[in-house]
């Protein structure tokens, strides 16, 4: 069966100057995240605020409990994350039934 795990999070860059600033660190953090955790990721809100980024992550796979140790560690590595703060984020794991 196919689950899918969605991960919506907010953070604040607040070194972030312009636009550019704002999206130089944002494509650096969704290239590492990809690698990492093989995750679909985009920026899908604040996209005209320089200082704060709202992006969601999906992940699919047939059991539950890696997606969320995916999710977890997913998480983690945003509250680890040196160029901003992790602000908040929603987890929530898709089921087809």
Same mark, same amino acid.
């Given at each position: 069966m196919l689950y899918i795990g969605v991960l919506q999070f907010t953070?604040?860059?607040?070194?972030?100057?312009?636009?550019? %600033?704002?999206?130089n660190v944002i494509k650096a953090l969704k290239d590492r995240l990809r690698r990492?955790?093989?995750?679909?990721?985009?920026?899908?809100? %604040?996209?005209?605020?320089c200082t704060i980024a709202t992006l969601g992550a999906v992940v699919?796979?047939? %059991?539950?409990?890696?997606?969320?140790?995916?999710?977890?560690?997913?998480?983690?590595?945003?509250n680890e994350w040196r160029d901003g703060t992790l602000a %908040?984020?929603?987890?929530?794991?898709?089921?087809?039934?």
């Amino acid at each position: 069966m196919l689950y899918i795990g969605v991960l919506q999070f907010t953070l604040s860059i607040p070194y972030a100057e312009t636009l550019k %600033d704002k999206r130089n660190v944002i494509k650096a953090l969704k290239d590492r995240l990809r690698r990492s955790f093989n995750v679909s990721i985009a920026e899908i809100e %604040d996209l005209d605020d320089c200082t704060i980024a709202t992006l969601g992550a999906v992940v699919a796979g047939s %059991d539950t409990q890696n997606l969320n140790s995916t999710m977890d560690h997913l998480v983690n590595e945003l509250n680890e994350w040196r160029d901003g703060t992790l602000a %908040d984020h929603q987890l929530e794991i898709i089921s087809p039934r």
